[in-house]
């Protein structure tokens, strides 16, 4: 139905021309998915934007041709695209929210593309629009047509996207990554709804995303993508059970998976054996009936329900849930950023809380509890170098200065694994895993007994993903910190912590040895939770 | 462990100086508008050593005249030269404009980021004092200032700085408003520095790009305003040459035909305020690091 013959493209910039896309080849059956898999900046979502001709300013398709059902969409005229757009080949973006208009009604903005496309008329475009929101299963749909985007979730918005999307009833949809930033339960919702649909209207689809778990779950067929170049193509169980291409290969390991160790995340060739870190009986952290309530506008909100757990030295403790949940709202409160509302955090065996958050900096253990934060690109100053990122807490808590701090900074970016050249880079001049690993040499800086990790993998590409977690089990068993690692990725909590809690609503649902609660989840939400999280296939050892 | 992109080490463009020379290349508009503003401070600055005349010397004889190669922009009605006296205002325009708005710079920055910051009832407070403000149509605000403190430079200076600090204040509120809960705040909470230091040092320095095409808008629509008063005879007095007083004493002549009286100046106001209207963004691209690519 699709076909993409040795497209290229490339883009204009600054410093010369990118290319892209270079020459790749394509075809998309009827009723066919179709997944598309690379990491940033493998051309992915570009090759997309191509075919259906919206690229960014400066963007240009050099060769290549892409027909579809006889149509050659790079010569089409501007107003046939439009036609052709939505109605035939329909796309579904990364982030629901940004792809709904905030200030107008979803049911409208639903109306819109079928009156745009004539698959309705004003009088019944309404009952249409409803219809359509009923098709993507959203419960009451004529209360939500009425509904603007903001007053709901992130996965209500992505269905509303979906069925904007499908409303033209298109042949062939794409998804680009289609369930990036929705909690896991959601995302998988929303890709069963997906895959359900496309079933039933015999729709082509292709899926975009870097995680190569989801693919193999919902795809017909996966390429691989690397550097605007297809590695490798198949089918999804033969591609994970025996990746030709290395690249395929890298992948595969790097995916966190059931059965894996940390260290079989890394190529064959970085393994080194795991290095062992001690857990003490001594309790380093002490939370007790830790309540948080905020003042919301329809009366306080319990963010925290009076929850307790401890952290032992030299332990890591996995904080799973799902988005309001109270994980990050519990981690500020022990990396002392915000205030409980009441409970007591002991350090070492001292109160901690009964010092405001305004005053704490100046506190004996606010060395020792220090925090990786979610996104490496927003927690560095981007009016400061990566050198005086790192050096800022020395210079603030330690006070070196000098010789002897340049000494300190340069030590522990080889600590981390950064390259020196790159301390005097801007974080805009860094990829995301040498922003990350800033960002842990700027935590682990004072040599603090507790690190809090908030997610501090979620927004980096697998491969990434995979260095940055080994360099944590290596630097835990180098220093003997304690963590505490929030994440909604149970895989990946499964890799590197020994115990697990599991938060919902504000309260610890569930908790216990990681193996135990893992392989054998007594309650239901974490089994729900185990279930919804992609299972890739077990590929053969390397 | 080794990173995937390759390393590369720090380039000529790194440095400050290397980075302003880029960005001056790099747009044509912004070169000029720096030679041009590089030509007014240089009037500012040598001014009164370059002039032909002196700007007060009266010469009753040659009163009136047009441009000539004696007088190249012609004399007034007591035979003072205009091209002189055009020159020699550079420095007094400039000192009001920039002290004007350096003063509401500062002012509008502290108390933006006071209220950004910390929120609640001194950003409430804070807001309506500045709604009050920017209540009163500027300009007779300013009027009023100069009328009820007094005719000095110092007032002109005050009355100008008054009116623009809601403009200040309002963006710097806002960008620090965003970057209070960002992520590199709450870091350098962690590495010891206390609020009033993560304001300072870390929060304030990121709205300074979009400030600095306020400070060039600002420093245009401060000349015109010093100029406006003077205009309507509060502000500088005669015989103190200012573009302002100039035109509006060249105006009285344009009717008789003597029109370069009220022209020059007005042209040389005019490229003043065009000069700063330009600088904005080569001003904003060199205070943001992010454009060091």
């Known amino acids: 139905m699709l076909s993409i013959k040795d497209l290229s493209v490339a883009f204009k910039t600054r410093k010369g021309e990118v290319n892209a896309v270079r020459g790749i080849s394509l075809n998309v059956g009827k009723g066919e998915t179709l997944g598309i898999v690379g990491e940033s900046g493998s051309g992915k979502s570009v090759t997309s934007y191509a075919l259906m001709r919206i690229l960014d300013a400066g963007g240009e398709i050099r060769t290549g041709d892409v027909t579809y059902d006889g149509i050659d969409l790079r010569a089409a005229s501007e107003k046939d695209m439009r036609d052709i757009r939505g109605r035939e080949i329909s796309m579904i973006f990364q982030n629901p929210r940004a792809a709904l208009n905030p200030i107008r009604r979803v049911g409208h903005q639903v109306e819109d593309v079928l009156i745009r496309h004539a698959q309705a008329t004003r009088q019944d475009a309404k009952a249409k629009a409803i219809a359509a929101l009923e098709a993507v299963k959203i419960n009451d749909a004529a209360a939500r047509y009425e509904a603007y985007p903001f007053e709901l979730s992130g996965g209500m918005c992505q269905r509303i996207v979906i069925a904007i999307a499908l409303a033209c009833k298109p042949r062939l949809l794409i998804a680009d990554e289609p369930t990036t930033g929705l909690d896991i339960t959601t995302q998988k919702a929303v890709m069963d709804l997906v895959g359900e649909l496309a079933q039933e209207r015999g729709m082509g689809m292709i899926l975009i995303t870097h995680d190569l778990g989801l693919a193999s779950q919902y795809c017909d067929r996966i390429v691989v993508m690397k550097d605007g170049l297809i590695v490798e193509e198949g089918q999804p169980d033969k591609l994970f059970i025996d990746p030709q291409h290395p690249y395929t290969r890298k992948l595969v390991d790097a995916t966190p998976r059931l059965g894996a160790s940390i260290r079989n995340l890394l190529p064959p060739e970085a393994r080194s054996p795991e290095p062992a870190h001690t857990v003490h009986t001594r309790p380093l952290l002490e939370v007790r009936d830790l309540v948080k309530i905020y003042p919301g506008k329809a009366g306080p909100v319990q963010a925290v329900k009076g929850i307790s757990f401890d952290i032992k030295s030299g332990q890591s403790l996995g904080l799973v849930g799902e988005s309001g949940s109270g994980k990050s709202t519990t981690s500020e409160m022990v990396v002392r950023l915000q205030d409980p509302t009441s409970g007591n955090i002991l350090f070492d065996g001292h109160d901690i809380a009964s010092t405001p958050s305004g005053r704490f900096m100046r506190h004996a253990a606010r060395r020792d509890i220090q925090m990786v934060f979610q996104d490496a690109t927003d927690s560095l100053n981007p009016r400061g170098t990566a050198a005086s990122a790192i050096a800022e807490p020395l210079a603030r808590i330690d006070r070196i200065r000098g010789a002897k701090l340049e000494a300190r900074v340069s030590e522990l970016a080889d600590l981390v694994g950064l390259p020196q050249p790159l301390l005097s880079r801007f974080p805009h001049q860094l990829s995301g895993g040498q922003k990350a690993r800033v960002g842990i040499a700027r935590a682990i800086a004072l040599e603090p007994k507790l690190l809090i990790l908030d997610e501090p993998t979620a927004a980096l590409d697998v491969s990434i993903q995979a260095l940055v977690l080994n360099l944590l089990v290596d630097l835990r068993a180098q220093m003997g910190m304690s963590y505490l690692f929030v994440s909604h990725d149970l895989n990946v909590v499964r890799l590197l912590c020994d115990e697990v809690l599991v938060m919902k609503r504000g309260e610890i649902v569930d908790r216990g040895p990681t193996a135990t609660v893992m392989d054998n989840p007594s309650h239901p939400y974490t089994r729900a939770l185990i279930q919804a999280a992609p299972q890739p296939p077990e590929p053969v050892a390397a | ?293």
């Not at chain 2, 000029?32 to 007014?40: D, E, I, S």
């Not at chain 2, 400030?211 to 007095?237: C, E, H, K, P």
């Not at chain 2, 904005?280 to 060091?292: A, F, H, Q, Y």
Request: glycine share 8%; proline share 5%; charged share 15%.
């Open chain 2, 1 to 293: 462990m080794v990173d995937m992109t390759t390393s590369q080490p720090a380039r000529k463009g790194d440095t400050t100086l290397g980075h302003i020379a880029y960005v001056l290349k790099d747009n044509p508009v912004t070169m000029l508008a720096f030679a041009m503003l590089a030509l007014f401070l240089g009037c500012a600055f040598f001014g009164p050593a370059l002039v032909p005349y002196d700007p007060l010397a009266t010469n009753a004889s040659r009163a009136l005249e047009a441009p000539s190669w004696d007088h190249w922009f012609g004399t007034d009605s007591l035979g003072r030269d205009v091209f002189s006296r055009v020159i020699v205002a550079t420095r007094l325009d400039l000192t009001i404009s920039v002290a004007a708005v350096a003063l509401s710079f500062v002012i509008g920055s502290i108390l933006g980021s006071i209220a950004g910051y910390w929120g609640g009832w001194l950003d409430a407070v804070l807001n309506r004092f500045l709604d009050t403000i920017m209540a009163f149509p500027l300009f007779v605000l300013a009027m009023g200032v100069v009328a009820a403190l007094g005719n000095t430079v110092e007032n002109i200076i005050y009355a100008t700085a008054i009116i623009n600090i809601p403009f200040y204040a309002r963006l710097v509120r806002a960008e620090v408003n965003i970057r209070r809960n960002a992520g590199f705040a709450q870091a350098a909470k962690l590495a010891g520095n206390s609020d009033l230091r993560v304001l300072a040092v870390h929060i304030f320095p990121n709205a300074l790009p979009p400030m600095m095409v306020q400070v060039s808008l600002n420093l245009g629509w401060a000349i015109l305003n010093a100029a406006g008063l003077s205009f309507i005879g509060l502000g500088v007095r005669p015989p103190t040459p200012e573009w302002g007083i100039m035109v509006a004493e060249g105006a009285n002549f344009i009717v008789s035909g003597e029109w370069w009286l009220a022209v020059f100046p007005g042209l040389w106001l005019m490229l003043a305020v065009f000069t700063f209207n330009l600088l904005g963004d080569g001003l904003r691209d060199i205070v943001d690091p992010r454009k060091r690519t």
